[in-house]
């Protein structure tokens, strides 16, 4: 039988209660659909900081490396703020991981559902069409590790872009629209930048491997404003890393359900890194309310996308989804239900 | 007597009618007002490289130079896309004109009226809350005009920031929310970049010379999610060259009305470029229902701030105020309407 090795990186505020659930939910699918799981935990983020000085401590990437893929929590909070930028949790963390297992593609899915339409801060008659896209972000190039440097009187960073790093996130972007409604968006900001223009040509080219998907280009400030106006018009859109983090962000604050948001970070080889999409949520930490779905959704997405366990990744969520369907939610999506972290946890569980 | 010299570059698509609009109301208030103006018209953007070839003809540029201010229409269109980005009729004319006279300061800002909250694509839930916002970009540096160069194989674009730069918007953001309600939201990526570690620092020593007014940081990924779940917490957003652009377009999407949004470009020693935030929206042009209000307000804002006019500035503001609230408006505000661009003109020239 086939055996997976999880290193679980909680992190800090909901995170670890979060993950409990999701790892309830794996261990039962594991079980069902007969593969072997090992959840190994280690710290990370705050919590490391915390014990060992560091967000990411050599012991956590070392137990990354050895193991199949990474279930990540969530990290900081304010007891951190105050820390020098790389020291912090979430960047000291995400970037290195990025960087080492070469992490380049984000996929990050954000959705109105037709039944919870009124959770987006989106009016009724743009609610009402839905949304239905796939945020494909590069993530480990571009101005986030180009060179960067200051002196007293300035600082700079540098985004550089080559064909090669372009291309091959194009082409997942071009292969998950095929899947989909066959249209991708992709973002530059070609009429001021070199690094878009580039990007702009290299995604032409790579179209022409995809003849059933239709191309289109948006500068990023016109898709800032037409996600607002129309995001029913989007499919999968096509972001370098600096783009993509905004984008993927406004999308999520349109669907209104953080809660509910998984999101992979791939490398070319199988390996990922899966996290919800929100936040640590401090001021909700530890109080039993957080909302466990987009951690296990991701859980679900690293069966998908690392082990290619897609019966096991669908059985969860379609849990996910009859629990919605039943209202079994916890109360960032229905203010009036009694429903807990735990709760929704084990409706989930019971519902495999 | 006092007398103005005005650059007038109407531009394409609906820019020569709306910008019709706006010079029947100057003309009205100068005799009011009693001050001279004279208003000259050049070529701009597309027009302009139909008839020259380039998109700010030399002349052009020269009647800036020798003008007070610039009333700028909306350039661009369907015929033009197709040129090399600098030769393009937005890009083309709007970047030399803010380099050469150092236009570093954009001004947009961003309402709901209770009165339209309607208009805007938020849930009623959001709308009915308000928003009254004042986008502060940086327009003459970062990433738009640091070096930048390619190769077959990859491209790149630096952007860099000094302390002077920062500086000096940072003041106006500081000054200005000193007449509003004494909050500035400071946008950066300081978790990333260096150029925004140093903008936050830079912040961070002009706030203590306003002492009245609170300051807070926030990552522009947040900012792109709080602006759609809570526009109404913002007062003053202080933002960089390529984050303004994308947050000041995603405010002009959620307050909905594109149509009634001016803005100002400015320098250091009161000339300024004032446009409509909205485009040359070539698909409605030369039906002659365009909404003037944006290019009107625009005039407005000029005679404020370029010419120290403010007494003329409210009569216009509150001549259009007078028209929203009798619903004299074209139909993308109200679609059921029937008035058009002359009639909605002509109701501010009466009310005035
Ligand atoms: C923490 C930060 C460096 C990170 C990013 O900007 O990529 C985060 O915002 C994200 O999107 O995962
Ligand atoms: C046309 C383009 C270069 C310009 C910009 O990005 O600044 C436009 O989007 C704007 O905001 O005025």
Redesign the pocket.
Known sequence: TKHYNVAVLAGDGIGPEVMAEAIKVLNVVADQFQFGLTLTPALVGGAAIDATGEPLPADTLALCKQSDAILFGSV?GPKWTGLAPDK?P??GS??PL?KTFDLFC?LRPGHIYPAFADLSPLHPRVSSLGMDVLCV?E?TGGI?FGEKGRSDNDAFDTQRYSVAEISRIARVAFAAAQKRSKKVTSIDKANVLQTSILWRETVEQIAKEFPDVTLEHMYIDNAAMQLIRSPQQFDVLLCD??F??IL??EIAAIAGSLGLLP?A?LNGSGFGLY?PAGGSAPDIAGKGIANPIAQILSAALMLRYSFGEEDAAQAIEQAVQHCLEQHIVTRDINPKSTYGTAAVGAAIVATL
Chains 1, 2 share one sequence.
């Open positions: 900081g912090q979430e960047r995400l970037l990025r984000n972000r993530l986030y890393n600096l993509g983090d993927s962000d999101s970070s996290e």
